[in-house]
């Protein structure tokens, strides 16, 4: 592996996404709090505050990071299909990785991504065509469809589970 920032690579969106595609990132999305669990399955609080890189996140702030950031995707979405071409607020997510509640214990994050998977799931099911062409803006990338942003986000679960997993098969934990 060459750049631990990336275990699978950059996100890269293809330029015609087809329903097939679409719903293997709605299958991703369903399937990352599993996965995610399964990846910390077992580990010490001294291995969860193991950094899976030098000058990263711990694993604990991983963690607690992935419900942040697909809680506002969510909520993205859900502006996106109520209204036309939103702008999004963006957020520091290395400020939110340093507050205290990154420092709780993973089940209370993976608890929550649970439910908020199961919702958002839910309302990914439902989406028409012409709802996954839907945009919001966002202030420094610009107008992003439903559709790439569900991709960017099935990539970004999968991304942060193989930080863990890479970190684990690395120190043969």
Request: neutral net charge; glycine residues 4%; aromatic residues 8%.
């Amino acid at each position: 592996m060459a750049d631990p920032r990336y275990p699978i690579g950059k996100f890269e969106a293809p330029k015609t996404i087809a329903p097939e595609l679409r719903a293997e990132w709605i299958k991703q999305i369903a399937d990352c709090p599993a996965n995610l669990h399964k990846a910390v399955e077992g580990l010490a609080d001294t291995q969860l505050d193991t950094r899976y890189r030098e000058a990263g996140w711990t694993l604990r702030q991983v963690v607690h990071h992935v419900p942040d950031s697909h809680m506002n995707a969510y909520i993205r979405f859900k502006l996106a299909l109520t209204e036309n071409e939103p702008a999004i607020k963006p957020y520091n997510e290395h400020a939110w990785a340093s507050l205290p509640d990154s420092k709780l214990p993973v089940e209370i994050s993976l608890q929550l991504l649970a439910a908020l998977h199961d919702r958002w799931v839910s309302l990914l099911r439902t989406l028409t065509e012409a709802d996954f062409h839907k945009t919001f803006l966002h202030p420094e990338r610009g107008l992003s469809t439903l559709e790439r942003t569900l991709g960017l986000y099935a990539w970004h679960g999968r991304h942060h589970t193989a930080h863990i997993t890479e970190l684990r098969r690395r120190m043969g934990w």
